[in-house]
């Protein structure tokens, strides 16, 4: 889950969601935000991570910023986190990017995985659980019938934005029962009926939405998604000691740990061999060969660790460490983060991230950190300790409900949006 357009398609997606669903787009609060007692600078920018245009992507790579530089003892500065609190809405949404100058009225298109990604870093910061609890209760409120999330409200869930919101709950400390919808449904519904059956071609995969005719095509970006939104966790998964290879468990009524499992066997397959997910080549682009695609290669690697298998991603993470930088240097704030993430969950050092320092490289993106520490090393597998960002304890809950619920009776616009990393 990271930035998964490049700035063309976010803009031609933003554009439909508009005409099509004006409604669903609104946030009818006009206030220029909650944050009366932050100071709001002259300058819309100031603090944001990255120089390339917010439109699409500011609240997302700020967002993925802060939880990448909080696993490394990194705390940002004043400026940076004022910046992300006064993207928020008096309503607890977020836009991708305002002007904060500007009040939030019907024109502000807000939306959950904004809403969701700041949620997450913001609920790892202290003194801001109002802007938290705000954006819980927003999200909540605009949750699907089926249990799910879309981009926008009111949009078909989907299993990326369905995944992201999950995080979002989970970062707050809500339990299962606070993300059930008024139909009773949970986002462990949306997901299991988004995964492939195993025994078949891509078995264990999750689409990111059926298609027009309902079926499902495998989407490496939403099963890297959802594996950690089926075992209810965010963004910046800690690390976890390896278990069992990954299996594809075949039926219909299955947990949520086996639906989690089936996503990870099947990307343990997509990664074997070179080592990193392929994308599609963008429309104009000079060749039809698939490229690498490295911010679902960093998720997937998330994914897998967080379930259990940091040896499946090995390789990925090597591959990682050799063929980067070039592409987090272009790409900015968000690539960095993911990169981080990913070495954070699997016990890499991400201050010798094949001889980079992506924490470095991170903080100059920004305004410099209030405050850095360079952590004791911790071993490859080792759990994470209370309070880290792991689960906060949420899985376990996330677990046993979702089995309970089941036994009587989760592109940086979506698809792609790791293309653009927020500059």
Known sequence: MTVRRSAAALATTAVLLASAAPAALADSSASPSPSASVSVPADPHAGLYGTSDP????????????????????????????????????????????????????????????????????????????????????????????GGWGYTPGSPSDANSTAVV????????????????????????????????????????????????????????????????????????????????????????????????????????????????????????????????????????????????????ASAVTWLEKNSAAWAKQSGPAAYAQLILAAHATGTDARDFGGADLVAQLNATGPAPAATAVPSPTPTGAQPAAGSTGSSGFSVWWLIGVGLAVGAGIGFLLSNRKDKGGR
């Open 55 to 146: 439109t699409y992507d500011g609240v997302w790579r700020q967002s993925l910023a802060f939880l990448a530089q909080k696993i490394e003892y990194v705390t940002p500065s004043v400026e940076a986190v004022n910046w992300l609190k006064l993207q928020q809405c008096d309503s607890g949404a977020f836009a991708a990017y305002r002007d904060f100058h500007e009040p939030c009225d019907a024109k502000t298109m807000t939306d959950t995985n904004s809403t969701a990604a700041a949620v997450q870093a913001l609920a790892e910061l202290t003194g801001e659980k109002t802007a938290v609890a705000n954006g819980i209760d927003w999200l909540a409120s605009v949750q699907n019938d089926d």
């Open 166 to 313: 999950v995080g979002a709950f989970a970062r707050a400390g809500k339990k299962l029962t606070d993300v059930t919808s008024s139909a009773g449904h949970t986002p462990y519904d949306v997901l299991r009926g988004l995964a492939l059956p195993c025994g078949g071609k891509d078995g264990g995969a999750f689409a990111y939405q059926p298609d027009k005719k309902g079926a499902l095509a495998a989407n490496a970006d939403a099963t890297a998604a959802a594996v950690l939104g089926t075992m209810g966790k965010g963004l910046a998964a800690g690390s976890y000691n390896p278990g069992k290879a990954p299996v594809c468990t075949p039926g219909t009524n299955l947990t949520a740990e086996q639906v989690a499992q089936n996503g990870a066997h099947w990307l343990t397959s997509a990664l074997a061999g070179s080592g990193h997910l392929d994308q599609a080549p963008m429309p104009g682009s000079e060749t039809t060969d698939p490229q690498p695609d490295f911010g679902n290669t960093a998720d997937a690697v998330v994914a897998l660790a967080a379930s259990g298998h940091q040896d499946k991603a």
